[in-house]
């Protein structure tokens, strides 16, 4: 900040003093130092300040305190804030996420105070570079209210109905820093980066979130009245084609066509960008019908939502933990396990009706033959499951465990030991890492192979062509790493000794001449000088 104060004074005195070089230089390097604060601030500053408030918001949750949080931060400053902007990194990411979707479903318009990221004509460098400071401060605020209170909707009030309602179901027994050799912080990395993103990339998840959306939306607005606001007039008739505008203000009022009329001479590019941004979901502003005590039915909208909130945070962890308590008895454990456990098994079961829904109708014999093939794909899915999720990354997790892990965490006079489940964990997270590297790269074998896969999917995945070209080579290599260290370690240097030790033995029977111990003193109930012989040589 003083550099820029100090670049913006400079300039100012060139541009009096007419040094028009100098003046365009500082200039430059004012506009480097600008884009640099804003780019901390925005990647930096404000996960940091999400991350606090979700904590602050969850205390009740976890039954904590500001003075636990105040002594974790005075015993771990840079592990607490590195936590911390994590955790409001993966809140900021998902929910611009959600924020995609949801401008596919709603009225253009409703989601006026969030960016459209979509919008082609949207360049964050461009902005820090043209708008004053003034006006990215203006943002920074607006965007911290919005995010907080979000926040406090989704998170707080939830929170106080099920203490208010359901005062033994909380806390949450959530320990990210524990005694036991399995570290809790693997698996919730394990979790968010990779079983979540996972689960999210999947088509149908993604289908299956937007018609939720749709139909908690179409039921509230019918019931609140807010059915024209929420989704607009003629969104059951052509939804996907609403009345985009150059502007966000309301237009005249009069007949709306919702195909785009024929660009006019000049008027290519802006046809070009209309079509660009109806790609990526409706766009501009639509105009809709406000009904009576409108701010009222808003509020009770967003008391519904709460109830939905309280739901979510209720029923996936009792479930999750009414069966972890089959497995682990009356023992608490990580209630990431059992919201992991119970998000799956909910998933799992609507899977399960809205496929067995969708087959009814055909019948019996369509039935048995869709029950076989399944049975089958999912044999085979499970096959690949247990050598690529399983086999690989464990070899890999213990290959960074011996090689990279061990040598600096254990002393030379000491027996690492070694855990298979967080080595697992930890593999899985190299394997994602190294992965994403691979596809990222130049065009070769490996690339080709996951690119096959990937293409191929779950319903036409090739189990011969996986181990044949992925498992099988991986896995090979792999142990190759693991094991001819371990040989010449265990076999082939010990040998060398064993050798040495025959050299010298032979030397010695066939050119040693005498052989004497001298000078020696052995401590025992009395002192004594007593010599013996031992074989040393001269």
Known sequence: ILLA????????????????????????????????????????????????????????????????????????PGTTMFLHWLVGMVYVFYFASFILLLREVLRPGVLWFLRNLNDPDF????????????????????????????????????????????PTFLPYNVMLYSDAPVSELSLELLLLQVVLPALLEQGHTRQWLKGLVRAWTVSAGYLLDLHSYLLGEQEDNDANQPVNNNNNNNPAPGHHNNNNPAPAVGEG???????????????????????????????????????????VFVLDLFAGRWLMSFWTGNSKIHELYTAACGLYVCWLSIRGVTVMLAWMPQGRTVIMRKVQEWTFMIFKTLVVALLVAGVIPLLLGLLFELVIVAPLRVPLDQTPLFYPWQDWALGVLHAKIIAAITLM???????????????????????????????????????????????????????????????????????????????????????????TSNPVTD
């Open 5 to 76: 104060m100090t670049l913006i004074l400079c300039h100012g005195l060139a541009a009096l003093v007419r040094f028009q070089r100098s003046r365009r230089l500082l200039g430059v390097c004012y506009i480097v130092v600008k884009v640099s604060l804003l780019v901390v601030v925005e990647i930096g500053v404000f996960p940091l300040i999400c991350g606090w408030w979700l904590d602050i918001c969850s205390l009740e949750m976890f039954d904590a305190s500001l003075k636990d949080r105040e002594l974790s931060f005075k015993s771990a």
């Open 123 to 166: 360049n964050p460098v461009q902005e820090m570079i043209h708008l004053p400071i003034y006006r990215h401060l203006r943002r920074f605020i607006l965007s911290v209210v919005v995010f907080g209170s979000i926040v406090l909707l989704m998170l707080w009030l939830p929170i106080r109905m099920i203490k208010l309602l359901l």
């Open 269 to 311: 590019l802006h046809a070009a960008h209309q079509a660009i941004l109806q790609q990526g979901g409706p766009v501009g502003f639509q105009p809709y019908h406000r009904p009576l005590r409108f701010p009222f039915r808003i509020i009770v909208y967003e008391c519904f939502i709460n109830v939905i909130q309280f739901y």
């Open 441 to 531: 790269g130049p065009q070769w074998w490996l690339k080709t192979v996951i690119e096959q896969v990937y293409a191929n999917g779950i319903r036409n995945i090739d189990l011969q062509y996986i181990i044949r070209k992925l498992a099988a080579p991986v896995i090979s290599v792999l142990l190759l790493s693991l094991c001819v260290p371990y040989v010449i370690a265990a076999g082939v240097v010990p040998a060398i000794r064993q050798f040495k030790r025959l050299y010298e033995h032979i030397k010695n029977d066939k050119y040693l001449v005498g052989q004497r111990l001298v000078n020696y003193e052995r401590k025992t109930g009395r002192t004594s000088s007593v010599h």
